[in-house]
């Protein structure tokens, strides 16, 4: 019985070996090119990226700086609250921690205005960075289209796993120049 399961797994791979050399032998007769871009130093040396992320500073602060306000509020609420609890009616005591309770989920919901998956400053930064984004992009795509690239590589990207890249093959300062930032 094993040596029936041996013989037939030995078959399958004897018969998908030369289908998998034959699909792959295409690929890698034909020449790719291939390039990278280190996007951190492009984005270092565009004016407008670091405007940008100076704007989303400083509204990012302003927001923080709202919403601690509340939760402070809230702190000093309670910690009222803790100092007062002994004097207070049943009643009170609700009224009191409902508008504690109030205090922090107004906290708790601006927070997610300004700084949640879809909040103000997502939208923020999606309006100054994307334009900025897409400028290099279509700059990225006009150089390997005109020298052929098929695949363009972020070398700064963490998910990009590149060991090695030759300088010989970094656009990087080729995008700058067509973006108007000529090795600054």
Do not use: H
Not at 11 to 33: D, E, G
């Amino acid at each position: 019985m094993e040596r029936n399961k041996k013989a037939i797994r030995n078959r399958a791979l004897r018969s998908v070996l030369p289908l998998c050399l034959f699909i792959l032998l295409p690929l890698t007769a034909s020449a790719q090119k291939f390039a990278l871009i280190d996007m951190e130093y492009v984005l270092s040396n565009v004016p407008a990226y670091e405007r940008a992320n100076e704007q989303l500073n400083q509204v990012s602060k302003k927001w923080q700086a709202e919403v601690e306000a509340l939760n402070t509020e809230a702190g000093t609420m309670y910690k009222n609250y803790q100092n007062e609890v002994v004097f207070l009616s049943q009643e009170q005591k609700k009224k009191k921690q409902e508008a504690i309770m109030t205090k922090e989920k107004e906290a708790s919901d601006l927070k997610r205005k300004y700084f949640g998956p879809e909040g103000e400053l997502f939208k923020k930064r999606q309006s100054l960075i994307s334009p900025i984004q897409d400028e290099i992009y279509n700059a990225v795509k006009d150089i390997s289209e005109q020298r052929g690239y098929s695949l363009v590589v972020d070398r700064s990207s963490e998910s990009a796993g590149i060991i090695y890249g030759s300088p010989k093959i970094d656009i990087s300062n080729e995008v700058l120049q067509k973006l108007g930032y000529a090795n600054q």
